[in-house]
């Protein structure tokens, strides 16, 4: 019979792999990477889109895991373990915030929340057991840029390590590691992914021994990435240079459009030339930006509301970076655990929208924002 020999990896839709008898076994645990025995340990679809990831980061080696938010996880107990401090940018994603309110710190985790002003100067907030910065690239909800070369030195002047989750930029815009980050993490779910139908993560490493720890806390929590969901990110993994291609020009003319109309009171986007950070975002970026905005409406739930109901091409899903455009509400959906006062800290208010620019047609999207504006 003619060998098979297939161009696209075929989904290893199995939970065991077989052993013919004891020597395999025994060859195995002297080498787990000869071959594979338990897709909890390790599969050769999440082992492709890890390879792929890594590649993308340029780091030494990479996990997959089921969601994000296990990325993020898996990521600060990476460096951190009972009695430890971290320190977080206050401009996070609430979900970043809950996990380290909530489960990390019954683990004996303690945080302390960075106001975005004073990222460039931790000494004041490290305490002899802090251990490591959390930040994104690209902060979520209000876009504000992280200059992460400057970060990364005062992070490891200070003995820390800097953990950057990527997701908004993608590595596409900016490889944090190359800019001295020890890790760079991603919601795969979102950009990489890019169809609104997968939901993983995945966690880079700069260092290779930090790089079998993710792997093996992976494995020990059992965050391990579905064969189907490895394979759909894979394949949407291919297309990642052309989608945000796409989503950085679509949402420049939106945004260009959103600073002009009366109905905005505010735009938040790095593409604009009077965002504070616009000069960093643009070399850090590669000339790119993004296809992620918040807009600032009137502080009124109708308001929000009627906007929400008269949009066509931007409903109302509270996830992102997806080929299809959507629009998100941060005070009811990412940021709804923070207090009323960390919210209002960080311009979260009942007027603040949150778009991501897919990749329609740019004329159809400025055209549905402006009938929906009203």
Known sequence: MTSITPKITPIYQTSVFKFQDLDELDQYFQDTSSRYLYSRNGNPNSDELVNAINQLEGGAGAVAT???????????????????????????????????????????????????????????????????????????????????????????????????????????????????????????????????????????????????????????????LSPMESWLAVRGLKTLRLRVREHCHNAQAVAEMLQQHPGVRAVYYPGLPDHAQHALAKEQGGGMFGGMMSILLEDDQEAVSGFMRRCQRFPFAPSLAGVDSSLSYPLGTSHRALTPEQQRDLGITLGLVRLSVGIEPAEELVEDLRQALG
Do not use: W
């Open 66 to 224: 089921s969601s994000g938010m296990s990325a993020i996880f898996a990521s600060i107990l990476a460096y951190c373990q009972t009695g430890d401090h971290v320190l977080c940018a206050a401009d996070i994603y609430g979900g970043s915030a809950a996990l380290l309110n909530t489960e990390l710190s019954r683990m004996g985790i303690t945080v302390t929340y960075v106001p975005f002003e004073q990222l460039y100067s931790l000494g004041q907030f490290v305490q002899p057991t802090t251990r490591l910065l959390l930040a994104e690239t690209i902060s979520n909800p209000l876009l504000r840029v992280a200059d992460l070369r400057r970060l990364a030195t005062e992070c490891h002047n200070l003995g820390l390590k800097l953990v950057v989750d990527n997701t908004f930029a993608t590595p596409l815009l900016t490889k944090p590691l190359s800019l001295g980050a020890d890790i760079s993490l991603h919601s795969v779910t979102k950009y990489l992914a890019g169809h609104s139908d997968v939901t993983a993560g995945a966690a880079v490493a700069a260092d290779p021994e930090v790089a079998a720890r993710l792997k093996q806390i992976g494995v020990f929590y059992g965050l391990t």
